[in-house]
């Protein structure tokens, strides 16, 4: 069965500073990747996916992502945190084909310190 | 292009009463999802419609959960008798399906239904 795996529950961050978020899936194919970012109050709001091709993704707000198929990782990273980062992102796997439900993690909360 | 709509965005109820979530997907979305977001857990799925056909219902709990779609459009997700655990968020999402019957893999999300049972 697919699964994703968050280890980091809450992380801070101090502004300006880099960050990466981790994310380990378990699927045997290749699967379709997406993290998505969730500010108090709000859905879900999309900020990058990865389905094939160039394994660094880029997406909005700055946001990178890269694919490693040998460590069945999606790693997001931003190089310089902003304060209005500061939210619970979620990562997720679509399994087969395209319209399929997704399959999230836990999320993890990211504190920005000034 | 207007995003995915849900009303009520809270609701406060007894256990053992009932509840109503409505969700208006984005204007030509064919596939519309419900999942259920607890406190501190990523969203789960709790059905997904293609159409007014339901594709996937393996985790919704029958026995309470019921949803429709009877138009292909706006979807009702209902809850009675309402239980302490079904307080949650309830999030509906929409992607497109094309008439090639090539599928979107981005899925939009509404804001969400904040559910209490007390």
């Known amino acids: 069965a697919q699964s994703v795996t968050q280890p980091d529950i809450h992380i801070t961050v101090s502004e300006g500073a880099s960050l990466e978020l981790r994310c380990n899936y378990s699927?045997?194919?290749?699967?379709?990747l997406f993290w998505y970012v969730q500010s108090p109050g709000q859905g879900l709001q999309l900020l990058l996916k990865?389905?094939?091709?160039?394994?660094l993704v880029q997406g909005i707000k700055g946001f990178e992502a890269e694919f490693k198929r040998s460590q069945s990782s999606f790693n997001l990273r931003k190089p310089s945190v902003h304060w209005s980062d500061a939210a619970e992102y979620f990562c997720?796997?679509?399994?087969?084909?395209?319209?399929?439900?997704?399959?999230f993690g836990k999320g993890t909360t990211l504190s920005v310190s000034s | 292009e207007a995003g995915v709509a849900q009303s009520p965005r809270y609701k406060i109820i007894e256990k053992r009463q009932s509840v109503a979530f409505w969700c208006n997907p984005i204007?030509?979305?064919?596939?519309l999802y419900w999942y259920q977001q607890i406190l501190g857990q990523g969203p789960k799925l709790l059905i997904q419609?293609?159409?007014?056909?339901?594709?996937?219902d393996s985790q919704l709990p029958k026995d309470r959960f019921s949803a429709e779609r009877l138009k292909g459009v706006d979807s009702t997700l209902k809850i009675q008798p309402a239980k302490l655990e079904d307080s949650a968020v309830y999030l509906c999402a929409s992607s497109l399906d094309s008439l090639s019957g090539t599928s979107s893999y981005e899925q939009y999300f509404g804001p969400g239904t904040r559910l209490t049972v007390t």
């Open positions: 990865y389905f094939s091709g160039d394994t």
């Open positions: 997720a796997v679509g399994a087969g084909q395209a319209g399929t439900a997704l399959i």
């Open positions: 699927y045997g194919a290749t699967p379709y």
């Open positions: 419609f293609q159409n007014n056909g339901v594709v996937d």
């Open positions: 204007s030509g979305h064919a596939t």
